[in-house]
């Protein structure tokens, strides 16, 4: 026989007979990547009622698994290995664990308590150490897991439609940057009575460790505590997270805590503050401790922060809102005057929260709000109904200035009881009836008139002035002249006066002393004539005198010309002529002619 035949037939008789010894010997090969189920077939005995994992060799479901690698002993007949792949969770994610056999979960829980297995890896420790069926508080997180499929359902975020929940639920929860996760826990002890959150526990890893948070007495619902930004490992049967900003408290402002959980109440603002409680922070009540700018990881539903501006704050009784809006309810006031007419007055008030005595302020009035509407808006709103009584409309538009500096006093004084600084009060517009202002209009229409007339008669009395002026600026050189030449004739003319006064003087001395030598030589001569009366006679002393008299005075005894009575007519023609030519009439030979005749 060909030997390559003999070696052929051998083979496939090995080949035959291998699986055969295999069957035979119970041999079982698990790869890498699964998880050997065992099934017992029979056995000397069965599982308990409700049992569903065999410990103690029982037929059906064996609590151990077979992990990879060559198994020998489990003969066919007597059990069955299923084949399942290992459990991979993704990076970033979790997933959650139904646990089919255990324990019954108490009736005060919903969820299965963790017990230590190896991550649900080894299945008689989580059956013999009082692991409870159904779901588990424990979860797995990123990794491989060999796991009994049979004892515990694993939910991944491929699964996770087919058992109600999303993708997301099963992701590894972040918190996002600048906010705050509030967190609700789904088990636990009930939350006392009077609270409205469960108190903070320490030591279970920001909700991540459930076992923890219910042994240290965790109750369910809403919780005090909060998670930060950064991603958590959270089971989503046990803690839900709502994300919510930060409070954030701009500079300029304080915030105000107003805290409904915490540690009992106990009021520290002292003998002297008598309108309200403050507390130390972590208790109920206001904090005495105001919130600084910046951002703050607060649970508000838990806790209220009331901003308050720590800068000046305009309130408007007008038509305008500012900013803050605080004051969106506040419109014009209506007063009455002393007259009996009603007429509306824009209001600005100015005041300022100091920021230590802001939780003062919100604990006697609740919110900044409240303070505008229940403080601040009747303070004034009755300070101008009861002041402009007191005046007529006309009365009051006058004295503007001392209704605001009074009405500033009188604020200032009522809002510091309330620990509240009022800055000013500032009047706006003020609306009186329109009728009386039409009068008034009217009246003062007629004023402007008359002052216009006035100024326009003034304007032509100028304008007069004007063409005078220019006019005499016109002549302006000749009547410089004039003037010149009239205060040279009044110089020359005082001139002419003096030297007429003087040379008057100069003759009224001259003819004073003319006359006194006068009298003298009159005396002189007086004298003399007596003298000579006396020694020559009266008659003798006379005849000498008017010798003497013809002498001095050149009197003529003898005429210039003398006519003779020739005949012919010849001596008047003689006279004429030698009169005519100026002939001296004293020659001898006429002289004696003269005699002659």
Known sequence: MNPLLLVAAGLVALLVMVPVVAWLAGFVRIREDQVGIVVKRFAGRSLPAGRLIALEGEAGYQADTLAPGCHFGYWPWQYAVQKVPMTVVAPGEIALVVAADGAPIPPERILGKVVPSDDFQNARRFLTGGGERGRQLGILTAGTYRINTVL?????????????????????????????????????????????????????????????????????????????????????????????????????????????????????????????DLVNPGHKGVWVTPLNPGKHPINTRVMKVERVPTTNIVLNWANRTEAHNFDAKLSSITVRSRDGFAFNIDVSQIIHVGALDAPKVISR?????????????????????????????????????????????????????????????LIGDINPPAELMQTQTERKIAEEQRKTYEVQEAAQHQRQQLVRGTALADIQSKVVAAEQGVDIARLQSDAHIRQATGEAEAVRLRAAGEAEAIRATGEARAGAYRCGVDALGREAYLRLQLMQVVGERGVRIVPDVSVTGSAGGAGLVEALLGRTLGLPAGNEAANAGAMAT
Not at 181 to 189: A, C, E, Q
Not at 218 to 244: I, T, Y
Not at 366 to 384: A, E, K
């Open 365 to 425: 009035v609740g919110s900044m709000q409240n303070l505008v509407d229940h403080v601040l808006q009747p303070i004034v709103g009755n300070y101008f109904r009861n002041s402009a009584q007191d005046f007529t409309v006309l009365d009051f538009l006058s004295a503007r200035s001392h209704r605001q500096t009074d009405a500033a006093g009188h604020i200032r004084i009522a809002l510091g009881a309330y620990d509240v600084q009022a800055i000013d009060t």
């Open 152 to 276: 515990f359902q694993v939910i991944s975020s491929r699964t996770a439609d087919a058992h109600g929940l999303t993708r997301e639920m099963l992701a590894v929860h972040r918190v996002e940057p600048d906010r705050v996760g509030i967190v609700t826990t789904l088990d636990g002890r009930p939350i006392d009575a009077g609270e409205i959150a469960g108190p903070s526990i320490p030591n279970h890893d920001n909700f991540q460790n459930a076992q923890a948070f219910l042994q240290g007495g965790g109750r369910r619902g809403l919780q005090e505590q909060v998670l930060l930004s950064g991603n958590w490992n959270l089971n989503p049967w046990f803690a839900q997270v709502e994300q919510v900003p930060m409070v954030e408290i701009p500079i300029g402002s304080v915030g105000v805590v107003m805290s409904f959980v915490g540690a009992a109440h106990e009021d520290v603002s002292g003998t002297d503050f008598k309108h309200g």
